[in-house]
Each structure stands twice: as structure tokens, then as C-alpha cells.
């Protein structure tokens, strides 16, 4: 299943306890329309407030009800902030998360000096000047595989020896008339990785941190309101 959704009145994507989830709310439906429990496993989570174009999550189904008419059923039942995108049956044992090889994160900064009432759900309104060259020579030194440990948020799952490197494939910095766009890809990211990436970008671009070399600390963390999960890439097998 590819889903895309609107984050901002969801506290994430991992259910929560009293809390609105997408993956709660994707799990309702799906439940409703097998008429028993079912489990949705996405391709990784996303923070409160964080948008998708196109997540990924797989889950098995014992109704013999086609893709297409799953994809319509889910559609109406859903508020209009999330909708299926497309649904696919996969060969057995297809996992969104384990199986994912890469993702693609974008975010959105906004620089001129008002911004506009329909876009500051979807933007981080920073319009202060920045060095922009700077910005983009920062943008390269991410790429490769690195301990990312100094990007990465606090998280009880970073302990007893965790893995912390990823490996970046793409980093690149567009200049937009009134906005800055950064999308980055890569094998996977850590909690507030991507919003941390930005904020050292923009320290850069401050000159409060060497724009040509591997930063000792990160910048501040960036609204969530800004990003955007693009894309999850799989095998060509699956």
C-alpha cells in the first residue's frame, strides 16, 4: 500500500495510546473492512507533524477483495488528509520495512519575508539571511556512509552497540524564487535525522559552522511541519 497524508493534526505515524496516529487510523479502516484486527507494518515512521507523498506499509488481508476495490473502500472511510495511492498484492513474505533499500526525504524552506497563509503547514518560514553557496558546499559533505550519531535525536532503540551509520546517495540544495529545497536519499535515517540535516544547512548558511567539513555538532532541529517522506525504494525483485 502507498499512501500520502497530511502530518499536522497527527501526533506521527506509530500508534499511540490516545493519540491520533496514522497508522492507527490507516489500521481502523483496514480492520473495519476485514471485519478483524489487522496489522500494518510502514516502511518506517515519520514524527508528529511530518507529511508523505508516497509511504509505504504492507499488511495481509484473508478478504479475497481486489486491490482496487480495497483502494476505493479505504478512500471513503478515510478523513481527507491521508489517501491510498495505490494497493498491490506482493509476493509472499514482502516486508515495507525490512525490505526497503533506500528513502527520499525533501524539505521546505520558505525565504521571503511574508509567507502566505495556505503554505505554512507545509514550510519552515525562515526568510533571514543566508549564504546560500555555503548551504549547498554543506549539502556535499553528507553524502557517503558516516556514523550519523551527532544528527541523530535521543532514542532508548540507540543503545547496546545500535548501528548509527547511514549512507547518504544524494544531497542536494535547489534554489526556488521564494523558497530553498533540500532532498536528500539515502539507505535509511534516524530520529530527526533529515530536520537535523537542515538545521546544520542553515547554521551553515549563518556561518556558525565550516560549510567543507564533517560537523562536530548539528544545528537546531528544524519544524516538522517542513518535510516531506517522497519516495521508498525496494529491490527490483519485489
Known amino acids: 500500500m502507498t499512501l500520502a ?37 510502514g516502511s518506517g515512521r515519520t514524527d508528529a507533524g511530518v507529511h508523505a507523498m508516497a509511504q509505504v506499509a504492507s499488511f495481509d488481508l484473508t478478504n479475497p477483495i481486489p486491490v482496487t476495490n480495497l483502494r476505493k473502500a479505504m478512500n471513503r472511510l478515510l478523513p481527507p488528509s491521508i489517501r491510498i495511492l495505490d494497493i498491490a498484492e506482493m509476493p509472499e513474505g514482502f516486508h515495507a520495512r525490512l525490505d526497503a533499500i533506500a528513502k527520499t526525504y525533501e524539505y521546505r524552506i520558505y525565504r ?20 546560500h553557496q555555503a548551504m549547498h558546499r554543506m549539502a556535499q559533505v553528507f553524502l557517503g556512509s558516516h556514523d550519523m550519531t551527532v544528527f541523530a535525536a535521543a532514542d532508548e532503540r540507540y543503545a547496546n552497540g545500535y548501528n548509527m551509520v547511514r549512507t547518504i546517495f544524494s544531497s542536494v540544495l535547489t534554489e526556488q524564487p521564494d523558497r530553498l529545497i533540500y532532498r ?12 537535523n540535516l537542515v538545521g546544520t544547512l542553515i547554521e551553515a548558511g549563518r ?25 521508498v525504494d525496494y529491490p527490483e525483485a519485489a
Not at 497524508?5 to 473492512?33: K, M, N
Request: glycine share 8%.
Open 112 to 131: 521571503d519575508e511574508s509567507c502566505p497563509p495556505f503554505e505554512h503547514r507545509y514550510v519552515y518560514h525562515h526568510p533571514y539571511p543566508l549564504d
Open 207 to 231: 556561518g556558525n559552522i565550516p560549510a567543507d567539513q564533517w560537523p562536530v555538532q548539528c544545528g537546531n532541529t528544524v519544524p516538522a511541519r517542513g518535510l516531506f517522506l517522497v519516495s
Open 5 to 41: 497524508y497530511d502530518g499536522t493534526e497527527y501526533h506521527g505515524w506509530q500508534i499511540q495510546p490516545g493519540l491520533a496516529t496514522i497508522e492507527a487510523t490507516v489500521t481502523a479502516v483496514l480492520s473495519r473492512i476485514e471485519e478483524a484486527p489487522v496489522r500494518i507494518f
Open 184 to 195: 536528500v536519499r539515502g539507505t535509511g535515517f534516524l530520529k530527526h535525522m533529515v530536520r
